[in-house]
T-cell receptor, first 115, second 113 residues
Framework: AQTVTQSQPEMSVQEAETVTLSCTYD???????LFWYKQPPSRQMILVIR??????QNATENRFSVNFQKAAKSFSLKISDSQLGDTAMYFC????????????FGKGTKLSVKP | DARVTQTPRHKVTEMGQEVTMRCQPI?????VFWYRQTMMQGLELLAY????????DSGMPKDRFSAEMPDATLATLKIQPSEPRDSAVYFC???????????FGPGTRLTVL
């Protein structure tokens, strides 16, 4: 069975600085999808970024980028120029093709951006 | 602005009562998921549907939980009878196809006393 581990329960960063959130996963699959979701205090789950395992190039979305290390089964999220609105829980998630879209989530990292 | 809607947003009930949570997926999405979020267990998949047919509900306690999609615009999650351990936030999400983004609703915060 696949598992997703986020080893940092809480992190904090100063506004405008850069922070990296860690995620590791365990799978025997060769092809799969990885996601980072953001959950602000409003509780709304928002997709931040996704990565297909067959793509070597790391995904980027504006200030958000990932460092995908397939051999190490690592999928970290880097947030550049942190903003107060980035304060949220961040969840890493794994999806196996053929699983009908079943997302397996990590426990989350609570990120606080300080002014 | 298409979004998933869930009702109610908050529900407080007493143990033993029936609880029904509703979800309206985004128009055109053919897959609907129900998740439960707790501090201890995190986000857990309870059940999901594709084209209104249930595909997997193995994450759901069968004796008290049931999920249905009476039509393409409505998904329901029912708990009968409810127990204090069911207190959680229940999310509905919808998407199109197997590999595309899941759009989440705002969740229903359930408290069972």
């Amino acid at each position: 069975a696949q598992t997703v581990t986020q080893s940092q329960p809480e992190m904090s960063v100063q506004e405008a600085e850069t922070v990296t959130l860690s995620c590791t996963y365990d799978t025997s699959e060769n092809n799969y999808y990885l996601f980072w979701y953001k959950q602000p205090p409003s509780r709304q789950m928002i997709l931040v970024i996704r990565q297909e395992a067959y793509k070597q190039q790391n995904a980027t979305e504006n200030r958000f980028s990932v460092n995908f290390q397939k051999a190490a089964k690592s999928f970290s999220l880097k947030i550049s120029d942190s903003q107060l609105g980035d304060t949220a829980m961040y969840f890493c998630a794994f999806m196996k093709p053929g699983s009908q879209g079943n997302l397996i989530f990590g426990k989350g990292t609570k990120l606080s951006v300080k002014p | 602005d298409a979004r998933v809607t869930q009702t109610p947003r908050h529900k407080v009930t007493e143990m033993g009562q029936e609880v029904t949570m509703r979800c309206q997926p985004i128009l055109g999405h053919n897959t609907v998921f129900w998740y439960r979020q707790t501090m201890m267990q995190g986000l857990e998949l309870l059940a999901y549907f594709r084209n209104r047919a249930p595909l997997d509900d193995s994450g759901m306690p069968k004796d008290r939980f049931s999920a249905e999609m009476p039509d393409a615009t409505l998904a329901t999650l029912k708990i009968q009878p409810s127990e204090p351990r069911d207190s959680a936030v229940y999310f509905c999400a919808s998407g199109w196809g197997q590999y595309n983004e899941q759009f989440f609703g705002p969740g229903t915060r359930l408290t069972v006393l």
